[in-house]
């Protein structure tokens, strides 16, 4: 059975880097098929999607994020991470890790979501 | 960057009412359009996919159409667990993916 887990601090110093790990539990990161993400959700922006990757070396980030962005696979723990640099108020919000459908054009499965509060 | 449209905002309907929400992209997605449910303090749920595929476990009074750039989910028989936020989204071959502003349904 798949699980996803968030884990990273819950808060974060205006300008500082945000850096979060998803922990994966019945996949393997190294062998998948599938696609995995971040999205992120808060009262005023709704759901976002941040980033995905693949373990062909393929990484797509949303434009909005793009220079600020930064997601990395590390297939000996199973886990892969989100880094977003230089945030503002503006990136509080609760953070999900996903995996992507087949098709890789949803987002079929979900973590519990780790909500990261900026602010000074 | 494709942009997607949800309307209503928010809805109010009594159990068994049959239910329509519309989403509109800003352009030609084929059918590559995906509804979820979010019940509050939870993660969003996948109903449908591609448009009109109805998600294993989903219970059938779910349904989706549309293609191209209109679509709908809608709800035949609304339940009381069906209170909640829907969502769609879009994936465009350019590898990006967009949710629309929500559509949160209350149970009359």
């Known amino acids: 059975q798949l699980q996803l887990q968030e884990s990273g601090p819950g808060l974060v110093k205006p300008s500082e880097t945000l850096s979060l790990t998803c922990t994966v539990s019945?996949?393997?990161?190294?062998?998948?098929?599938?696609?995995w993400g971040w999205v992120r959700q808060s009262p005023g922006r709704g759901l976002e999607w941040i980033g995905t990757?693949?373990?062909?070396?393929?990484?797509y980030y949303n434009p909005s994020f793009k220079s600020r962005v930064t997601i990395s696979v590390d297939t000996s723990k199973n886990q892969f991470s989100l880094k977003l640099s230089s945030v503002t108020a503006a990136d509080t919000a609760l953070y999900y890790c996903?995996?992507?459908?087949?098709?890789?054009?949803?987002?079929?499965?979900w973590g519990q979501g780790t909500l990261v509060t900026v602010s000074s | 960057d494709i942009q997607v449209t949800q309307s209503p905002s928010t809805l109010s309907a009594s159990v068994g009412d049959r239910v329509t929400i519309t989403c509109r992209a800003s352009?030609?997605?084929?059918?590559?359009l995906t509804w979820y449910h979010q019940k509050p303090g939870k993660a969003p749920k996948l109903l449908i996919y591609?448009?009109?595929s109805l998600e294993s476990g989903v219970p059938s009074r779910f349904s989706g159409s549309g293609s191209g750039t209109e679509f709908t989910l809608t709800i035949s028989g609304l339940q009381p667990d069906d209170f909640g936020t829907y969502y769609c989204?879009?994936?465009?071959?350019?590898?990006?993916?967009?949710f629309g502003q929500g559509t949160k349904v209350e149970i009359k």
């Open positions: 989204q879009q994936y465009s071959s350019s590898s990006s993916w967009t």
């Open positions: 019945g996949d393997s990161l190294s062998t998948t098929i599938y696609y």
């Open positions: 990757t693949h373990n062909s070396g393929n990484t």
């Open positions: 996903v995996r992507h459908g087949f098709t890789r054009s949803n987002f079929h499965h």
């Open positions: 591609k448009a009109s």
């Open positions: 352009q030609s997605i084929s059918d590559w």
